[in-house]
């Protein structure tokens, strides 16, 4: 990895994204970031337009299929866009092989086959913290830009623990 004459303490993080790196990733931004927040209260108001709809044709004695076509439409309407979206991130990680990351005092550098980023801390302003996941978020909490680092891929999850909270502040739920 090519760490741009980088002398401070630094810490490597190796790993190939899957789904279940997605899918923690984006349920720890929906639930702890103001954009997630809204973003997710924009997915339920419009899944719950067809479901009152569906909900008043019933009480008002209709007989049809419709109210149960508008309910498997507010299904719909709630759970595909989350699962596309998942779906499209993990094949376009795929195609980028092996993520390679290093995290030191001057901000964090990811590398893959197709190419390499460097943001400095002031551009990943906070971090979050799940089982699986040390996610790193640019810079306000209204963004949707993240870095993923999987446990699995660091040998020193502490130090790189320690690293992070040194420059970044951590998100908690509102």
Request: contains cysteine; glycine residues 10%.
């Given at each position: 990895?090519?760490?741009?004459?980088?002398?401070?303490?630094?810490v490597?993080?190796?790993?190939?994204?899957?789904?279940?790196?997605?899918?923690?990733?984006?349920?720890?931004?929906?639930?702890?970031?103001?954009?997630?927040?809204?973003?997710r209260?924009?997915?339920?108001t419009?899944?719950?337009?067809p479901?009152?709809?569906?909900?008043?044709?019933?009480?008002?004695?209709?007989?049809?299929?419709?109210?149960?076509?508008?309910?498997?439409?507010?299904?719909?309407?709630?759970?595909?866009?989350?699962?596309?979206?998942?779906?499209?991130?993990?094949?376009?990680?795929?195609?980028?092989?092996?993520?390679?990351?290093?995290?030191d005092?001057?901000?964090?550098?990811?590398?893959?086959?197709?190419s390499?980023?460097?943001?400095?801390?002031?551009?990943?302003?906070?971090?979050l913290?799940?089982?699986?996941?040390?996610?790193?978020?640019?810079?306000?909490?209204?963004?949707?830009?993240?870095?993923?680092?999987?446990?699995r891929?660091?040998?020193?999850?502490?130090r790189?623990?320690?690293?992070?909270?040194?420059h970044?502040?951590?998100?908690?739920?509102?």
């Amino acid at each position: 990895m090519s760490a741009g004459g980088r002398t401070a303490a630094s810490v490597e993080v190796r790993y190939t994204p899957t789904a279940a790196d997605f899918r923690e990733a984006r349920a720890a931004w929906d639930r702890h970031t103001a954009a997630g927040r809204r973003a997710r209260r924009g997915r339920y108001t419009i899944a719950a337009c067809p479901a009152v709809l569906s909900a008043l044709l019933g009480a008002a004695g209709w007989a049809g299929p419709l109210p149960g076509v508008l309910m498997l439409g507010a299904l719909l309407l709630l759970l595909a866009p989350p699962r596309l979206q998942l779906r499209r991130v993990t094949r376009l990680a795929a195609d980028k092989g092996e993520f390679r990351v290093l995290v030191d005092d001057y901000g964090v550098v990811v590398e893959n086959e197709d190419s390499v980023t460097e943001l400095g801390w002031p551009e990943q302003r906070y971090h979050l913290e799940t089982p699986g996941l040390l996610l790193l978020l640019g810079g306000s909490e209204e963004t949707g830009v993240l870095t993923m680092l999987p446990k699995r891929g660091i040998e020193d999850v502490r130090r790189l623990e320690e690293l992070i909270d040194r420059h970044a502040t951590a998100l908690v739920p509102e």
